[in-house]
């Protein structure tokens, strides 16, 4: 029957504008989404390799055998996460090292602004900064293309080192409580630091930052990145009672 037969003037269902529900062969015809995903990439994979570096040096401060093993272990995690995202990177014919290294200086600021004097001092810095990274992240991946949010959700799975260090810390402060006052005081510094070095690296990079507050296609919403930074905020103070320290 005719009237069960597709019209002959009938047009297909418009593929979706939402950039989430876009795969990237996609998404990625869009100039801007593509150089922000460079972006977020090549940030993302210089973080990895700079927490591989940060978790190999924190290793030589492990007071015991099983402690330092633990850490190399976690800090190989960290390097296969890296070539992960290098091989997406050569993948779409972007050079990996010419997109890290717009964030290389920010990153290592914030490392050399923050360099841990002890152990316990490493430990919080990892489980607090990285932790803050990632929220960071899982943030902006609910604004990218189906594959690409795959990828990143994938090398932001928690390689074992927050439970590490929360067993750690909590153990270090019920010896010794003393320690609670001054660890704090490091993970409240450390805190102002992420944060910082995150919004300046958003305010360098224009497509990056565009991309943020949903300006490439879903509509610009600068109110949203403030309730972004509201929600890694507490996200942290949870982390801090997890940690026995007042945030």
Do not use: C
């Not at 062969?25 to 100039?31: F, G, L, Q, R, V």
């Not at 014919?93 to 001092?121: C, I």
């Not at 704090?184 to 944060?195: I, K, Q, S, Y």
């Amino acid at each position: 029957m005719r009237s069960m037969e597709t019209p002959d003037n009938a047009t297909e269902t418009p593929a979706s504008t939402k950039i989430a529900d876009q795969d990237w062969a996609t998404a990625s015809a869009e100039p801007q989404y593509r150089a922000a995903v460079v972006d977020l990439l090549g940030a993302l994979a210089y973080g990895e390799l700079a927490a591989f570096e940060r978790l190999a040096e924190d290793a030589k401060l492990a007071p015991t055998l099983a402690d330092k093993a633990e850490l190399a272990k976690m800090a190989s995690a960290e390097f296969h996460h890296f070539e992960r995202l290098t091989d997406r990177l050569t993948a779409i014919e972007v050079e990996p090292t010419g997109a890290m290294e717009p964030f290389a200086k920010a990153l290592d600021d914030f490392h050399r602004m923050t360099a841990p004097s002890d152990w316990l001092e490493g430990l919080v810095k990892a489980y607090v900064g990285d932790s803050i990274a990632s929220d960071f992240y899982r943030e902006v991946a609910a604004r990218l293309d189906t594959d690409t949010r795959s990828l990143v959700l994938a090398v932001l799975d928690d390689t074992g080192h927050g439970n590490f260090a929360v067993e750690k810390v909590r153990a270090a402060i019920e010896a010794d409580p003393r320690l609670g006052g001054r660890l704090a005081l490091w993970a409240r510094r450390l805190m102002g630091e992420a944060l910082s070095q995150a919004q300046r690296v958003v305010a360098d990079r224009d497509a990056l930052s565009t991309m943020l507050v949903g300006g490439v296609a879903d509509g610009f919403d600068l109110a949203e990145v403030g309730r972004m930074f509201s929600r890694i905020t507490e996200a942290h103070t949870k982390r801090m009672a997890a940690l026995g320290l007042a945030a």
